[in-house]
Structure formats: C-alpha cells, structure tokens
Nanobody, 122 residues
Framework: QVQLVESGGGSVQSGGSLRLSCAAS????????MGWFRQSPGKERVFVAA????????YLSDSVRGRFTISRDNVKNTAYLQMSALKREDTAVYYC???????????????WGQGTQVTVSS
C-alpha cells in the first residue's frame, strides 16, 4: 500500500513562498505519477499540479501556472510543490496524490495523503 506523507505547510503572508514535500513509501517511487490537489473551506477539492514518473512532463492548473512548480526526486522518493507569489485564495489543505502509471495525463489518482494546511494572510 502506498503511503504519502505531506510536510511543509504553514502560514505565510501574501506574496510569500512555501515548498511542500510529499514522501512516498510502499511502492517503487518511479512507478508513480505524483500530484497535488487542494481544498479550500466550503469548496470542492481541485487539481493543482501533476508530474509524470520521470519528471519529464508537468501539468498545472490555470490558477497556479506561473507561480507554482511541481517536481520530484526519484532518489529521495519525494515530490515537491514550490509555491511562490502566494495569494489569499491559495489558502487550503493541500493533498499529495499518486497514480501507478508511466503514462501521461489523464491520471487516475489512487492514493492520497492526509493533507497539509497552507494559510496565506494579507
């Protein structure tokens, strides 16, 4: 069973930066596409970013493109979400996800982390 553990969340002022990490275990990390979703209070969980198993292709939602970057380290079994120019509307619980595939989008996310809170204040 794949286990995903997020870290790096916290509180930051508008315009600031944070880097989220997602440590994976339970399966060969390079067998997995990795991604991030987020859920703001009172809203549905939405896609943020994804990266293919080898890091060659990344996908970003329109709301974060140009501000967020997704990456991975297949030696450290960790995926990252670098968030810059943060806005209040980025406040959410961020979830790491994994899909056992070496293909590109679309991804069928089978594994979810517990989430980490990101709060952006003005």
């Amino acid at each position: 069973q794949v286990q995903l553990v997020e870290s790096g969340g916290g509180s930051v002022q508008s315009g600031g930066s944070l880097r989220l990490s997602c440590a994976a275990s339970g399966r060969t990390f390079s067998d997995l596409a990795m991604g991030w979703f987020r859920q703001s209070p009172g809203k549905e969980r939405v896609f943020v970013a994804a990266v293919t198993w080898n890091g060659d292709h990344t996908y970003l939602s329109d709301s974060v493109r140009g501000r967020f970057t997704i990456s991975r380290d297949n030696v450290k079994n960790t995926a990252y979400l670098q968030m810059s120019a943060l806005k209040r509307e980025d406040t959410a619980v961020y979830y790491c996800v994994a899909a056992p595939t070496k293909l590109g989008s679309p991804f069928y996310w089978q594994h979810w982390g517990q989430g980490t809170q990101v709060t952006v204040s003005s």
